[in-house]
Structure formats: C-alpha cells, structure tokens
C-alpha cells in the first residue's frame, strides 16, 4: 500500500492537512506542532501530484527547504495544488513557491539571514488574513533561516508582516487563503509559532481538533484487522529500530502471533545487536519474531568490494531478493 493510499484512509477518520516536504530540516516539526493542536497531517514529498492524491486535504503547508529557489534542479510543486481550491500556508521556501507559480518575483539576498527577528504585524481586521495572526502581538520575535527573499508579491497579494530585514515577511492573497511567511513558525524559537499553525488549521482551514495519539492507535488497530481478517497473516521486516519496533507492537495488538515478524542478520551488524534486538522484541515485548541468518550470503556478496557505494548498493539489492 502507497503512502499517499494509507493517508487517504487516515484522511477517512479526521479532518486532515497536507504538508508538502521540500527537504527542510524543520519539516518534521511542522507535523509535530500541527498534531499537537489536535489535527491530523500528513507529510508527503514536495513533488506529490495532485491527481495521484487518494485524498482532498483541508488545507496544505508548504515546508521550507535547503536549496534556493534559483537553483538548477531546485524542487517545485505540482502547479495544480494552487487550483485545489483549499487554505495554502507557504513557509519560507514555501513562500518563495508561492511567487514563482502566481507571479511574484524572488531573489538571492545579499546576505543570507539567519536567527531571531521582530515581526511588526499589520493584518487588516477586515481581512481574512487577521485570523492567521488573531491573539499574536506585535511584534513578535521570529525565526528566520533563509538566503532567498521576495522581491514582489505576486499580484493580489498584500503585505500583513514585515521586519528590518524582510518587507514581505508575511503575505496573504486578497481575497484567497493563501498565505506566505518568511519565518519559521514551527520552531520554538518563533515565540507564536504554536498559535500561528494553530489559527490556520482551526480557523482558516476549519479542521476539527479531535485528534489524539490514543485515539489514533484505537482506530489503527481497527484498520489493521480489517485489512487482514479474522485469519490473514502478516510478514514484516523489522531492524530493532523506532519505525519498525513501534509498527511491529502495532501488529502484535492488532493480531497476535499472526504478524510474523522478521530480523536479518546480514553480517556487518554491531557486536551483538540481533541477540539484543531479539531480547527485546520477542522476550520482553512478546513479538513473533524470526531471525534470519544470511550473514554468508551478504558477506560473500561483500568481499573484495572496498566501495561505499558499491556496498549500500550490494546490502540493499541483496536485503530486496
């Protein structure tokens, strides 16, 4: 099952936004502050299209990024996402995405901006662009982390922020929810970034709050025996680390002993880490695990190849026969 399948059915049980990756370090965090609000998201690559999509989010975030909007090669969304008809937040790159598929203009800026800047609001209160900022002083100190910057909005566009450094640090559409901020609202260091995320996904977006980790599980254990049956059985591979060990609990809730969980021994694990992964997955946690000794096959691959590359390869092919 496809990523973008499994969210749809997540999607099925809770108002969900959609986060669009470019690559940023902070785009994780984006997902936590907006599950921590109570609303669901789902974090997907940059270059989703539209029409692949199983689900129609509530609303989209589109996340900061490493590279520069000028770059050769830079990630660029599915045009198509702006005719979704949904509340669009771009952040930093995001931001500058925003520009470059509406009509605006970007640009290297002469010095790349990076740390904590005051944000002096000016939000219309009879614009729809006052709820993204609704119960957040001004200023407010910000985080900035970027070395593009809007030159001009695209057109329709007004300005709602602004810093020393930054004239469009905060953009929103006239009369659409589209939203561009040159901040970073997810980390801590942006003092309102909380409520900023908050006022989009619960005011603009009208998500309903109703989402919790505990009633997440409850709902995921559901879907699993539904998927699987009274009498199905499931093989999954496992490594002993988080993502693995915490869906392997997950199928052991779900099913029992018919989730057959496995671990391979290919040979250049740590000293003692199968026997430890072991322990503690079908010892203290109760998994049926099976460990599967192919050290021979994976060494005997390996010999002779002094590449790193060569070995990722070799380890990765032998991992998918």
């Not at 973008?4 to 969900?16: F, G």
């Not at 770059?71 to 702006?82: S, T």
């Not at 040159?182 to 977006?205: K, W, Y």
């Not at 203290?284 to 000794?293: K, M, P, S």
Request: aromatic share 6%; hydrophobic share 40%; charged share 20%.
């Amino acid at each position: 099952m496809s990523p973008t399948e499994v969210a749809a059915q997540v999607a099925n049980m809770y108002d969900t936004v959609l986060i669009l990756d470019f690559g940023s370090q902070y785009s994780h965090l984006i997902t936590r502050r907006i599950r921590e609000a109570g609303v669901y998201c789902e974090l997907l690559p940059c270059t989703q299209k539209v029409s692949e999509l199983k689900f129609k989010p509530k609303g989209i975030v589109l996340s900061g990024s490493p590279f520069s909007i000028t770059d050769e090669g830079a990630p660029h969304v599915d045009p198509e996402v702006f005719n979704l008809g949904v509340p669009i937040l771009g952040i930093c790159y995001g931001l500058q995405e925003i520009a470059r598929n509406l009509g605006g203009e970007t640009s290297l800026a002469v010095k790349r901006e990076y740390g904590h800047a005051e944000l002096h609001l000016d939000p219309q209160a009879d614009h729809h662009s006052y709820k993204l900022f609704q119960d957040i002083p001004s200023p407010t100190n910000v985080w900035m982390s970027h070395g593009d910057h809007l030159e001009s909005p695209p057109k329709d566009f007004v300005i709602i922020g602004s810093t020393d450094t930054s004239a469009y640090a905060a953009v929103a559409h006239t009369s659409l929810p589209i939203y561009g901020i040159q901040f970073h609202p997810e980390v801590t260091h942006s003092v309102d970034g909380a409520v900023l995320l908050r006022n989009f996904v619960i005011g603009i977006c009208q998500c309903e709050a109703n989402w919790t980790m505990s009633s997440f599980i409850d709902k995921e254990l559901e879907r699993i025996r539904t998927l699987v049956g009274p009498t199905g059985s499931v093989i999954g591979a496992v490594s002993g680390g988080v993502d693995s060990t915490v869906a392997a609990v997950l199928m052991k809730r779900a099913i029992g002993d018919r989730f057959h969980a496995v671990l391979v021994d290919n040979g250049v694990m740590r000293l003692n880490e199968c026997a430890q992964v072991k322990k503690t997955l079908a010892d203290n946690l109760g998994i049926n695990l099976t460990v599967a000794d192919a050290s021979e096959l994976f060494l005997g691959r390996l010999k002779g190849v002094t590449d790193p590359e060569r070995k990722r390869k070799i380890i990765g092919n032998t991992f998918i026969e």
